[in-house]
């Protein structure tokens, strides 16, 4: 594939992963939501998943990878007979909007009126903490596949939640390891921090602000900025960051947010005066903004595809999933978080040679599974999955690629057991008892 | 001056009296209510929770929309507010165990009043100087006041990620049983209203409402009693609050944004804000509607916002405005058109 394909052909690659799409997946997924019930009485029971994620809010741009994700997953776990080849998966989708109280509401939804098994979701770690409280009580698996406070499996530790992706003290870690790199090459003194100002933001910047604290003691923080979600100008923040004159400035912002940040930051000329290392660049921000984003920038990722091209789960995830979206199509990191999580279930049903949620999660415990970036094993005492804790490198156009990637010579893919809190002791005293 | 007549001569249709209405509707509702978890699943004794929760939070917006004649945007500040405090109280009690006593609990549940009616009160001070779309839109800005300072506060309200773990003691965790707690709570809580809203309190707030010039002529300190009717809103607002955290096991600093005000709006709209009962049947309408639709398509909002359009293009008076409105009319129908001076006294104001 060439990488000045024209615009008019990347733009129907976009047109192909918009709402409609997601609109067509749906009613598709409603069909084999269905499709159990006209099942042959030789097939087990149908095995219901709950899917919580925002298709409005801040958190919708991230949400439409990871929805098609899970329909595609559990379309093609289906067209094996379902899980243990026998339980065909039912899909009930509903939107969190990005609000805690709603995705509680919605989690009840979904497991008292359509006896879900399994929750998969959210968006918005304060919406995944509501969800935690009620599965917890409902004995329902939760699997956070985008979330990812570290509180989700700390401070609110369930049994019932496993946690398919880095949580924010691994991801602002594995920055810190990026950047102390760069603070020695380049002899930076000081730095500003711009960050979304709610849980993940909050939690990604201060784990972001200790870490470097230990790692590089000389570099000074001269200025906090927080913004509220879904904020839209950016002028005066910039011109606050340009102000004060730091060396480098670290962004904790996720979501729409960060390309509307990104998108101003350069048109007011900051990125030429002032390192913006460790931001938020995930695939979505590289295809969205495949023209625009400074190349050389450098950014963090979760689950880019391109760092695991070796890994046969990960090759036959973009298969499938150019197949269903057209060749040039690529999955962001929220989908192959999200595809990760629906075969990691698989892998622990298999495992468990049932469906029964009790006997699922004792199979998750401690378990070690494959996935799209690699074999990984889930940590015993809070189920956090050891993969890499963070993707950081500089953005680069690539020939094989109609938008740029990072460049694979020089990114740094940071292991999680070198930035997660380091010992089971240490994660238990952050655990609260529950009833 | 008899301020009932006054009251009861309006020829404005959303705002006649229907007193008689709302008695029989509220008579239905407490027998559908007292035998719902009888015949109900889980999930719909959850529904009719949220419906008594958010009925009386409903209610509460309606002393000042429907009584008083003003419109709050910000009227989910007091709502939150009353969650909070019971999430706060709950935390100290529980340190985070999740283990809380019955007494521990009542307390917490009553802490909501207090807080909500202190900050309703401050709200208030400054919002009745003025009426209208300026009162509307002042409480607004305080209403989003309260959302930031809980939204960033992180070490006192735990900011946007809110407070978690607000498991009520063993007997109330099963659904019924806090279902029947609210239920009792919330018929005690109209109770109470509607011995204000029929008190001359009441009918002082019904004057205000339809000529406040007239009734400050009449030596009334109308700021006086529109503040103190905003304090009891506030408090029965924060009321349902106090009930909301424990019910979903969890707070968040949402609960006191403009959209949740916002669903106060919608359900007194489709309700009717004329009728004492009209934003309990506007909660039935729209919790239900959402439970209902939300099973089978992700559009919710522009659902509610095509009924909402037909409501007020067709029917203002909402629901109960249009049942009351074909009762008349057969009323009317039946005594040759001499009944509608009949009708309205038999009917006390509601």
Redesign the interface.
Known sequence: MSSNMSDKKWDSVLRSMDRREFIRT?VGAGLAMFAPRFASAQSGKPYKLGLLLP??GTGANYADGAIKAVMNATAEINSRGGFLGKHLIEVN???THT????A???A??VI??ENVQTVVGTYS??CA??I???IH?QKILHLAATSN?S?IVNE?YTPYTYQFCPNSRMQSGSVVVAVAEMIKKNGWKSYATIGQ???WG?QTQSGFVEALGKASSSVELKKEL?F??GETQFASYISALMAAKPDFVYGAIAGKDNRTFIQQAKAQGMFKRISYPGGLISVTELQQQRKSIPRGMIGLARAPFFAHLDQPLMQKYIKMHRAKHGEDAYPTDWAVMHYDAIYGLEQAINKAGSIATEAIKTALKGATIDTCRGRATFRDCNNQLNIPAGYVGAVKDHPDYPFPIYDLDTMIIVKAEDVWVPTCGDVQKLQ???? | MNLENSATQTTDTRRKPMGMLSVRVLALLFVVFLAAPAVL???WV?VAT?ILILGLFAMSFNLIYGYMGQISFGHAAFFGLGAYATAMLFREFTG????ISYLQFFVSLAAGIPLAAFGALLVGYFCIRLTGIYFAILTLAFGELLF?VV??W?SFTG????I????PPPLF?DPVMYYYLCFVIVIAAMAVMWRIVHSPFGYLLRAMRDNQERTRFLGINTRIYMLINFVIAGSFAGLAGALWGPF?????P??LGWQESGIAVFMTLLGGSAFFAGPMVGSIIYTFLH?WV??FT?Y??LTIGAIILIIVLFSPGGLLGAIDAWRRIRTRQGSSGVADNTLVKEEPDS
């Open positions: 749906s298709v409005t989708y509903r939107d609000k805690p109280d709603v509680a509401r919605e009840r939804d008292n009126r770690s304060a903490m509501a935690q409280e009620i009580e406070s509180k609110n100002d709610y849980e909050r927080w509220k979600l609260k008892k529950r009833a | 699943g889980e999930f959850e949220e985070g165990t999740e283990e930031f939204f960033s992180y900011g946007d990620d809110g978690q773990r607000l498991l965790r979903t096991r969890s707070v968040a949402t609960l439970a939300t099973g992700q919710w909002p």
